[in-house]
């Protein structure tokens, strides 16, 4: 099997898209000092936790990409 890690480093990028995007919010929310449904925070952590969870994912693409190189 080739390219073992390539959906999981396309699935990595889209969250690491969508942590950035939920951190602007809660930026956002945060400068113009709006009220929205998650706040501040809850938009901010959210941007954060996606990301992290898109790293994750991206280290497995990466070992699992490393791992089928080696076997071949």
């Known amino acids: 099997m080739r390219h073992a890690g390539n959906k999981r ?5 889209i969250g690491a898209a969508m942590g950035f995007v ?5 930026l956002l929310a945060g400068l113009t000092d709006h009220n929205w449904k998650l706040g501040t925070f809850g938009w901010f952590e959210g941007g ?5 969870i898109g790293l994750f994912v991206l280290l497995d693409g990466m070992f699992a990409f490393q791992k089928d190189r080696m076997a071949a």
């Open 48 to 52: 954060i936790l996606i990301t992290l």
């Open 22 to 26: 939920c951190g602007s919010i809660g």
């Open 9 to 13: 480093r396309m699935i990595a990028r």
